[in-house]
Every structure is written in C-alpha cells, then in structure tokens.
C-alpha cells in the first residue's frame, strides 16, 4: 500500500509522476530526452541500461517495466534475461556489456564506477557522449528505483499491465499521454 494517496489506476511510477505533475514534467522530459532523444545508443540498449540498475536496485516494478520495453524493442526476451543473471554472457557487444558495467556500479554508488572500467568501455568503443548518457540513465533510474520503493508505489493487478506499459513506452515515449491517464481506470 504506498504511503500516500495514489490514483489506484496508475500503479509505480506514473502514480507519482500524476501526483505532482510540476515535478513529474521535467523529470519526463530529461526521460524523453535521454531514453528517445538523439543518441548512437539504441532505444533497446538505452532501455536495457534501464533494467540493469533497476534489476541491481531491487526494484520489481522497474526492473519489469523496462524488461518489457527492452524485450519489446528487441524482439526477443532472451537478451534482458541473460543480462540480469550475467551480463558478460549476454548477447550484446562488447561495448554494451562494458556500457551495462558502468550502469550497474552507478547504480549501486557513482564511486563504484572505475577507471577500468571505463578504458574497458572505450576500448570497445564507446564514446565519451555514450559514458555520459549510460552513467546519467543509471543515475536517473536509481533515482526512479528509490521514489518508486521509496513510496511504496502499487504493483498492478495483471502481470499483462507491463505489456501494454512497454507498448506505451515504445509508441509514446516518456512524456505525459495528451489524453492523461483516466481511460486506464476500471
């Protein structure tokens, strides 16, 4: 039961994003910008950034939500999982396994992040903006890991929520939906 009142319709994140829009709106828009926007990242790859920290933070709603999307955007379920039991045997390149190294040390602790690490990523061949952006998605996925626990945000009812959710997310992206969210209620 989350510790205050949330629309019963729109469990985890969006609950809280709904229930301060004035700060829910810019944490969308950086969302939108670093998960959609212009990058040499996939949206799959940005999206399992996503998972790996939400996986390393524990948090269930998260970890499945973006589990959803990336497997979504993949076409295949194999790659996240693979990922969260080791990601040294996913089915990523080499850069994307150095990239998801730095994700889950940022998101236990930026200070966990090595200079090993990150020679590691560029001599894959990651770029300086390609560090940035996984070290940023981490920290601002952590920061979505905590408020979501933080608040003892609701699980939905049906496991098939996160479906239409990734469906949502791949089509519509991070913002808030024109329409808001009242057509999901009951």
């Known amino acids: 039961m989350p510790h205050i009142e949330l629309e019963t319709h729109l469990p985890g994140i969006t ?3 709904e229930y301060r829009k004035d700060t829910g709106q810019p944490i969308r828009e950086l969302t939108q910008i ?5 990058s ?8 399992l950034i996503a998972t790996i920290v939400s996986h ?16 979504l955007l993949l076409g295949e379920k194999a790659t996240s999982q693979k ?3 080791d990601i040294e045997s996913a089915p990523v390149s080499e850069k994307m396994k150095a990239l998801l190294t730095i994700a889950a040390a940022t998101g236990k602790s930026g ?3 090595t200079s090993e690490m990150v020679t590691r990523a560029r001599s894959a061949g990651a770029t300086d903006a390609e560090l940035h952006d ?10 979505y890991n905590r408020y979501v626990d933080g608040m003892a945000t609701a699980m939905p009812d049906n496991e098939a929520y996160f479906d239409t959710l990734a469906d949502r997310l791949v089509a519509h992206g991070y913002m808030r939906l024109p329409q808001g969210y009242d057509h999901l209620k009951k």
């Open 15 to 17: 609950g809280l994003l």
């Open 40 to 47: 040499t990242l996939t949206e799959a790859e940005r999206e």
């Open 56 to 71: 390393g933070n524990q948090c269930r709603f998260c970890t499945t939500a973006h589990t959803a999307t990336a497997d």
């Open 111 to 113: 200070k966990l992040v």
């Open 134 to 143: 996984t070290v940023l998605i981490a920290a601002l996925f952590s920061l």
């Open 34 to 38: 670093l998960m959609r926007g212009e």
């Open 83 to 85: 990922m969260k039991e």
